[in-house]
Structures are given as C-alpha cells and as structure tokens.
C-alpha cells in the first residue's frame, strides 16, 4: 500500500503517514457512492441528517483544542488563526443544520390558460446526486466542512480528496460525522494521486464537482467532466484596495495588514494590491511598513506568532523570485523581500512594482503586499480592474458616493467598504467570477447548488 507522508511545512518533521487509495479502491469509493444514491429507500431522512449534524457540531466543539494544533501543525497557519478556523467550522455545520428546512421548491401557478386549467404544479428540491469535491490545503479543515456538510446536509453522498499536503484535518473530521452516526457511505475520503483523481471526478457517475484551488488545474478538470456534471471552481485574485484621502488610517491600516499577511498571504482573496491617494500616500505606506515589521514569524505553534511558513519549498521560492523581479523591475522593497528559513518569508512590502511585474499581475500567495499611487479615482478603479480577475477588492473613504461608485464600477463579485478583502463569514455568497472561479459558496449557496429542482404537475377533474 502507497502512503503518504505529512510533514510539518515549518520544520519538515513527519507528522503522521497516511494510506492512500489505489484505482480499485477509488472504483470502490464511487460505486458505494453512486449506490446509495440511486436506492431511495437508502437516503436519510431530514431529521436524522439533522440530528447528525448537531452531534457533529457537539464533537468538534469539545475537540477545539485537538482541532486547532491538527489544523495548525499540518496547514502552517498560526495558532490563533486556526482556532479563529475551527470555531468558523463549527458554526458552518449549525449553519448547515439551520437551513436543511429550507431547502424547498415552489408553487407553480396554472389555469390562466385554457391548455393549462384542471391542473396544479409544485416543484421540490432533491439531492443532485454524487459529490466529488477536491479541497486547498489552506484551511484545512473549514473547506473540509464548507465542501462536504452542504452535500450531507442535502441528502447527497460526496467524496472529498483532501489537499496532499494537510489530509489530517480531512480525515479527522469524517470521522467525527462517523461518530455522529453518519453513515460511512455518505461522505468518503480519497487522499490520492491527483491522476486518480481526475479519473473519478470525470467519471460520468459524479453528478457535481466542488473544486478549490488553482485556476489552472480548475478549469482543465472542468473542461474534461462528464456531459451533465455541475461544477463549482473556486480560484484566486489579487484583492485590489482603493485608499481615499478621507480615510482613517488608525482603522485602515490594522485591517490591511491582517488582511495581506494573514496566513502568509495564502488565501484566495489576501490584500494584494493597494492603491493609495497620493496625499496621503507617504504616511499611508510609513505606517503601514513600520506595521508590518512589528509582525513575528515563526512557528505557527506558538500563539504570538502572526506569520507562519509557505506551505512548501517549492513555493517559497517562486516567491522570493517574484520579489527580486519586481525589484529589478523598478519596484522598491520597503521591508521584507529575503527567505528567514527555508519555510519561512518575512513580510515584504513593495512601493510601486511595474505593472508588468509578476507580482502585478498574478496571485502572489504569499506575505507580499503591493503599493501604488494614484492621482484620480477612475483610475485607480481602472487599474483595479486590468487583470482578468474577480474576486473580492475593497475601498476605505468616509464619502458614501465615492463607496458606491466604487462598488459599482469595480469587477469584483464582493466589494468591501472600509474593510479588507479576506473578511468572510460563512453565510454569505462567495465566489470569484471570470479567471477566479464559476459557482457560489458560502454554506447555504453550496445547498443550493448541490440540489436540483423536480417539477410535479396533477391533472385532476376536481382541480
């Protein structure tokens, strides 16, 4: 049996090694799956899902502690951050468990045509079927919960191939819904290849596809799914800010700096690019590197640590090669820009890179924030909106026109106002649109999706 080994991103130490599947155990896995879709007599019922889920949310909550060095020692995100994560997970299954009531379809009004009279019409909504989602590893365990207890919740069977690099999260958590009494056909783990992978999630029996992670491999695995298959493609963005001369920098400047540097900068909709009026411009970009200085990089163990490692090696070095081209492009490193270890990147601050510059025009994922200055708003909009990205960007201004122009006039499918970008909660929409994904998370969307709607027409003389 092939096994994989997880290891600590901060300090490379084996954590723990863990089986993996083989083709016939991924056959297996789906035919289970496709199964005890296709026997009704198998679904559960709305109350037991319910009660499952509440035990679920019970488990994780007396398991806090557990959950949060699992999550921070595999994934690298500082502990306080991961527990922030847990707490997030736990809330996603009530969420879960809230909204299994209403998932309803709708009357459908008849007679108002002679063809149509003596009749009624009402939709319901059904599970649509098997579920293949395949998760980031950088929230371990709450894209776990957001990619498989929408699908539980709904009555539909789902797989979940977790990211290679945090399965523990993964594992740990489909346990505790075993625990809670979920039966093990309803939510199946496949930590495997990602070539057995794309085998099993464009095999014609997976209904929908949850996907999050790199636009690339998304959108191949989109383009090879069966006819029929939903998907849904969560990527990434470069979460432009605008910073008016209005703004209180006291307020701005904490947010953004936890928004560009929080979790190493690994997060789909981290602050990327900020876009600073220039009258404020120099005292904006001061106090904002000498806040990023006071962050401490370590050991993601240690609850005073801010920044934690990139997740692996291979990453670290993309990102110090970006930075020194951005550099040699004409960019000025404010603070940062060199490696502190071989997992570790200090918080980097870049003044006005070219916009040619990597660093300008793709996802850094990594604790580097950008700075431009601007002279007019339509053009820092227009700036913000010259890549081929849509996620979430932000304003800060105290002027409700200037914030509504904004909103309306930035690409993006969330517009944040005197906020930064990576704020979520997990009962709002979310997703990116064009090159940032397709489809709309958040734990009741994800129900939503991951249901079809059946209509019923009666013909009756009584009618």
Known sequence: MQTLQVRSPFNEHKIEEVPMIDADQGEKILKTA???????????????????????????SERMEELTNIASEEGGKPYNDSKIEVLRAVNGVKLAVEHIGQIKGSEIPLGMTVSSENRTAFTTREPIGVVFSISAFNHPLNLIVHQTVPAIAVGAPVIIKPASTTPLSCINFVNILYEAGLPKEYCQVAVCKSSLAEKLVTDKRINYMSFIGSAKIGWYLASKLSSGTRYALEHGGVAPVIVEPDTDLNDAIPALIKGGFYHAGQVCVSVQKIFVHKNIFEEFTNKFVNGALQLKTGDPLQKDTDVGPIIIKEEIDRVEEWVMKAEQSGGQILCGGEKLSDSLYAPTVILNPSEDAKVSKEEVFGPVVCIYDYDDLDEAIRRANSLPFAFQAAVYTKN???????SQNLRASTVMINDHTAFRVDWMPFGGWDDS??????????????????LTVIKSKSL
């Open 437 to 454: 994904g397709i489809g709309v998370g958040g734990i009741p969307y994800s129900m939503h999706e991951m249901t079809r709607e059946k």
């Open 34 to 60: 496709y199964q005890i879709f296709n026997d009704r007599k198998q679904w559960l019922p709305k109350y037991q899902r319910i009660k499952i889920l509440e035990k679920t949310a019970q488990i994780m």
């Open 400 to 406: 409700l026109d200037i914030a509504l122009k904004c």
